[in-house]
């Protein structure tokens, strides 16, 4: 998984550059009960990684180009203000999108993996949406979308959880893994979203 | 269900009085969209809400008592700040707990249903979390123990959309609509608690 890190722009998990973030990892541990995590979707989740890490091209293709780019308020997210394509910034991002899938399934749940959930955000947010690439685009991706682009990934990832073989059991049991996992760093990224909001933050 | 409705205390759906949602109802279009929204969906949440209904009394039960009273960060906020019970308020607030489950499966997505959205996320705010039954409680749910209890309701509920005997493709399509509405329920419960932010708000 590190040699391939290393080749994806922009892609610095576990950099000690890398912000802090503004969730402690006892505030994680918390939320971990709240998710209902258990050493069970711990495993699933490895093994989700293992049926996905290969098709993770393939999977975010699909919620990209089938589901995304005909949706005109989030497709927006990855062309210029004026509506042109930029392949480039797509395909950076993409790639990045891409080891996202890897990382949620294969990543140990530390301070490292805190700090890039708190990095995704910020990607998401104003503060850091085109500075990675460079680009030209909308300003940020609105919170409400982020969330609400959720049940079609977990609906979506079905499919691809399927595709190895595996029992009906097994493959409901990485899906739950997988949801309770997106809902967890959802959860994060709120933080991350009302941060500037310091004074009365109830996060 | 108007008639339920109004032997519930606190429960003031569709009033005048009631504060405007910050969300319009073309924001709500799109969110649909990006929730993947279909007619299907609206369907089989009118079939889950004939499924759910009777049974709303046993699923907040079980959620409350047999989960949520098991994690203290949880527990707490049905409680005083000593951590003492408050019968009372946990009677109140879960009627109206109930009441969300039927209003989720059998509303009208309009916007009485959106301003009752904000006074629901209003309720678990500090500008209301206690004033509605009069209590001493905790001064608000956090939004991160929100969004993560979702996975824990999604999960507990294919139990009871199963208890009346529908094909399993029935059940698995009245729980897709339902983690649709859920999570685009959370999508806009995120803007009113981003809402004193109002200078630089990427909801």
Not at 51 to 65: G, N, P, S, T, Y
Not at 150 to 171: C, F, Q, R, W
């Amino acid at each position: 998984m590190n040699t391939t890190s290393r080749q994806i722009e922009g892609y610095d998990y576990g950099s000690p550059s890398l912000e802090a973030s503004p969730v402690t990892l006892h505030e994680l541990e918390l939320l971990k009960q709240t998710v209902g995590w258990s050493s069970d979707d711990e495993k699933y989740l490895r093994l989700a990684g293992e049926v996905l890490a290969e098709q993770a091209r393939v999977i975010v293709d699909h919620w990209r180009l089938q589901i995304i780019s005909n949706i005109p308020h989030l497709a927006r997210h990855s062309k210029t203000p004026e509506g042109e394509p930029l392949p480039d910034y797509a395909a950076r991002s993409g790639a990045r999108f891409e080891q996202w899938i890897r990382d949620t399934c294969l990543r140990a749940y530390d301070q490292d993996w805190l700090n890039y959930q708190h990095q995704i955000a910020l990607r998401h947010m104003e503060q850091k949406k085109n500075l990675t690439d460079g680009v030209r685009s909308t300003a940020f991706v609105p919170l409400r979308d982020i969330i609400a682009f959720i049940p079609v990934m977990n609906e979506t990832i079905k499919g691809y959880l399927a595709a190895k073989g595996h029992s009906a059991m097994d493959i409901e049991k990485m899906h739950l893994a997988w949801c309770k996992s997106l809902q967890l760093q959802m959860s994060l990224w709120t933080r991350s979203y009302m941060e500037p909001k310091s004074t009365h933050l109830q996060w």
